[in-house]
């Protein structure tokens, strides 16, 4: 596994304790990192995750909310939760990262910190939405096409 991985699994962990503790997020940070022994770039994209996933919480629980049929977030187990927003924040404002790479990397991280029936949880909700997000993108991009279309004197797009 790559700098990364561990990024992904430090965000997980300090995203984890912030559930329990919500406090001033700079100190929490130098808390965190003052017994984890990693290179620069992997704390760098760490922080990038965790600042991220922090930033958009309300909106990426509800993502998470939409597509876990019959599931509660609130309810559902921290890491779980957790590694969910991480893979939500990469695949919504992460557009260097392919969604699938974000999808396995969640299912190692649930199966590594919670249950191999985390990994299938966790699995089957990000794969629906992932699903979803395409075709909403794909429709969406077919949407701005066909205006361009309609503006286009000659009916044609770039």
């Known amino acids: 596994m790559g700098g990364r991985h561990e990024a992904r699994e430090w965000a997980v962990q300090f995203l984890f304790q912030r559930d329990f503790n919500r406090?001033?997020?700079?100190?929490?940070?130098?808390?965190?990192?003052?017994?984890?022994?990693?290179?620069?770039?992997?704390?760098?994209?760490?922080?990038?995750?965790?600042?991220?996933v922090d930033e958009h919480m309300t909106e990426l629980d509800q993502q998470i909310q939409t597509y876990?049929?019959?599931?509660?977030?609130?309810?559902?187990?921290?890491?779980?939760?957790?590694?969910?927003?991480?893979?939500?924040?990469?695949?919504?404002y992460r557009p260097d990262i392919p969604p699938v790479v974000s999808i396995n990397e969640a299912v190692d991280i649930a199966k590594e910190y919670s249950s191999l029936e985390s990994g299938k949880f966790v699995n089957g909700i990000l794969d629906h939405a992932c699903r979803k997000l395409k075709r909403a993108a794909r429709t969406s991009a077919d949407s701005e096409n066909q205006a361009k279309k309609k503006e286009s004197p000659s009916g044609n797009v770039d």
């Open 68 to 92: 876990a049929e019959h599931w509660d977030v609130r309810r559902m187990g921290a890491v779980d939760r957790n590694v969910m927003r991480v893979a939500f924040y990469e695949m919504l």
């Open 23 to 52: 406090d001033d997020m700079v100190k929490a940070l130098e808390i965190f990192w003052r017994e984890i022994k990693t290179d620069e770039k992997s704390r760098q994209f760490a922080e990038e995750l965790i600042r991220g």
